[in-house]
Nanobody
Framework: QVQLVEAGGGLVQPGESLRLSCAASGIIVRIDNMGWYRQSPGKERELVAR???????DYSDSVKGRFTISRDNAKNTAYLQMNSAKPEDTAVYYC????????????????WGQGTLVTVSA
């Protein structure tokens, strides 16, 4: 079984920084794309940022220039560095990953973490 575990959420003041992490564990052959999504009350889940295994990144317009996604393939871990936080960044942040898993037979899985709450408030 493969799972994603997020960490790093919490309360920050506007303008401050926060770093989220997402670690994959279990029987992993390879982690391909990884991404961060967020969901605020009453809103649909939206893409924040994503990164390919080779490091190509993509960001939503609302976080471009403020957030940075990165990953450590050796640790099967992705990070989201959140700078210049704004109240509208308040949401539950979810990690997403495409994993290749299995022993004698490998197969692909799309994984979601349990979510970590980020609150930006004075």
């Amino acid at each position: 079984q493969v799972q994603l575990v997020e960490a790093g959420g919490g309360l920050v003041q506007p303008g401050e920084s926060l770093r989220l992490s997402c670690a994959a564990s279990g029987i992993i052959v390879r982690i391909d794309n990884m991404g961060w999504y967020r969901q605020s009350p009453g809103k649909e889940r939206e893409l924040v940022a994503r990164i390919t295994r080779s490091g190509i990144t993509d960001y939503s317009d609302s976080v471009k220039g403020r957030f940075t996604i990165s990953r450590d393939n050796a640790k099967n871990t992705a990070y989201l560095q959140m700078n210049s936080a704004k109240p509208e960044d308040t949401a539950v942040y979810y990690c997403n990953a495409n994993a290749l898993t299995g022993l004698s037979v490998t197969y692909s899985l799309e994984l979601w973490g349990q979510g970590t709450l980020v609150t930006v408030s004075a």
